[in-house]
């Protein structure tokens, strides 16, 4: 069996998230609204898709942003989604196909809302406009909720199922692609999923390496943190967790790679509660409306892949 190149992160340990190399991501876009997640880049690196949700999270939609060169346009409602609750897209390999969660009911005619499915729209080219959305079926959708979609390059579907049945939470699955047919999806090993949450698991072209959310776990910095597990030849390894210069004592979650950069969430706050001297209204709403300000917001971290 071939060896799997592991993944060396970027990360020193001494020092604070807010030293470490994590920037912001098209900051400007993203500020303008309350909260952002989940984003996917299209293979092609002109096109990123996230959500945007409301304060309290009751609302989501599918923002679309273009490039030309190297201006990002201004963001658009995606054409498939604004009338639902949408979340975590996923791009197809070819860019031609994407992923993305919904509450939509399955049939047009009526208003009854389903629990979350995985959902997919195509197009004939990267410059086409995107189909209207088809639910993914069976055997990777249920009557239990199914979210945030990664496939690797063999068509391998990683993705999270909550099935309340099996007295866990949420657990991350896999569904083989073969014979171009999906497989009954199998829950990842317990190396990776615990009695906790599991969730938004990002996993590499090669499936050399998985990356995920997991909430409140022992060595975790407080709330969710993104931990990494490696495919070795006994199997996926016992899951770690990315450190302190990629987590911290907020949430952080929504992992994404592409070109040796990780993308992620965080509700990083970095807000002041006392100042040497009173506010004014300038100053006060700069600082309510600084990016790291505890809402859902990107960043970006680089990351090396080193061949051992």
Known sequence: MKRILPLIFLIFSQFSFSQNLAKQFIPDIVSLFPNVRDVAISPNGKE?????????????TIITVTKNGKQWNKPKVASFSGQYF????????????????????????????????????????LDSEWSEAKN??????????????????????????????????????????????????????????????????????????????SYNRKDGFGSGDIYISYNSENGWTEAKNLGNTINTDKMDYCPFVKNDVLYFTSKLDNTKTDFKMSLSIKELLQEFNKYDNGLSRLYQVSMDVIAD
């Open 86 to 125: 949408d979340l975590e897209p996923f791009f197809s390999n070819d860019g031609l196909k994407l992923f993305f969660v919904s509450k939509r009911p399955l049939d047009a005619t009526t208003t009854e809302v389903k629990d979350f499915d995985i959902w997919y729209v195509e197009r004939q080219t």
């Open 48 to 60: 990123v898709m996230f959500s945007a949700q409301s304060v309290m999270g009751n609302l989501s």
């Open 136 to 213: 993914l079926g069976s055997p990777i959708n249920t009557e239990h909720g199914e979210f945030y979609p990664s496939i690797a390059e063999n068509g391998n579907f990683y993705f999270t199922r909550d099935d309340p049945t099996l007295g866990k939470k949420d657990d991350l699955y896999v569904s083989e692609f073969i014979n171009s047919t999906y497989t009954e999806p199998k829950a990842l090993p317990d190396t990776i999923n615990s009695e906790g949450y599991e969730y938004n698991a990002f996993v590499a072209p090669n499936e050399s390496y998985i990356l995920f959310g």
